[in-house]
């Protein structure tokens, strides 16, 4: 039967890691869902925008997107696994009728209903060691759809950004485009002692701007869009730039095909 597992937590607790792992395991059918979470005074929610989807979905190819409608297929499997995500400051009562109103709400949204939950922070089953406490949280994103980085320059912004340039970051991940047609997940949690920069296995061929998720999307305090904006404007790639860098590679990759 289809099992419905709740996960929360607080920002950068290792949710979507935990998930990954999990999925993994499970090694059969599974869908995926992120909920937009519930907010609080003076804590601002990390915007949902999709990265963590992406990220899953590119890792295991079977993962369904728990967010589109199911197939007649999918409705009529009844082995699915479904985990669910969201970003929670305040621990999750284990009963239904006491889970938090805004999830509560997507969930009848989605006809949802969890046979477990679970939040970071509270069940010993889940680890520990990333779970803070905020008491007041500032979140920022921005929508890269179609850039593309030059790749030094986001080693040199990334350092900057998880060091205190633009305020104290203490939550950032993003999906970033490089010209070789490669994406890399980039994960920063100011608990850990460095920042995960993961390539995703989905590779596109370099022929212009991808057409796939990119975003930026940080918690903190004191922090400075402006700034952060500025930066990234000069580290993207201008077309001709793009061009230049992409060129060569698709002589190699032509070079590379087999002739009869």
């Not at 999990?22 to 869902?33: D, R």
């Not at 967010?67 to 621990?91: G, K, M, N, T, Y």
Request: hydrophobic letters at 35%; charged letters at 20%; aromatic letters at 8%.
């Amino acid at each position: 039967m289809q099992q419905t597992w709740l996960i929360t937590g607080p920002p950068g607790c290792g949710k979507t890691n935990w998930i990954r792992e999990t999925l993994l395991n499970h090694g059969g059918a599974c869908v995926y869902l992120r909920l937009d979470g519930s907010t609080h005074d003076g804590l601002e929610l990390g915007h949902n925008a999709g990265i963590d989807r992406s990220w899953l979905m590119d890792q295991i190819p079977q993962l369904e997107d728990g967010s589109e409608p199911p197939s007649d297929s999918q409705l009529s499997s009844d082995e699915r696994f479904v985990l669910i995500e969201a970003q929670q400051f305040s621990s999750t009562a284990q009963n239904d009728d006491e889970l938090d109103p805004q999830i509560k709400q997507q969930l009848q949204q989605f006809n949802l209903t969890p046979d477990r939950t679970l939040h970071f922070g509270v069940d010993p089953e889940l680890p520990k060691q990333d779970t803070l406490d905020f008491t007041k949280l500032e979140a920022w994103h921005l929508d890269l759809q179609g850039c593309v980085w030059d790749p030094n320059s986001l080693s040199s912004f990334w350092f900057e950004l998880v060091n205190g340039a633009y305020g104290d970051v203490y939550r950032a991940k993003a999906l970033m485009n490089m010209p070789d047609g490669r994406s890399f997940f980039c994960n920063w949690m100011v608990s850990q002692s460095g920042s995960q920069f993961l390539p995703l296995q989905s590779v596109v061929p370099p022929t212009g701007r991808p057409n796939r998720p990119s975003h930026l999307v940080i918690q903190g305090k004191g922090l400075i869009p402006a700034g952060i904006e500025s930066t990234i404007h000069d580290c993207l790639l201008s077309d001709d730039v793009l061009e230049l860098q992409q060129a060569p590679l698709r002589d190699q990759q032509a070079n590379l095909q087999p002739t009869l």
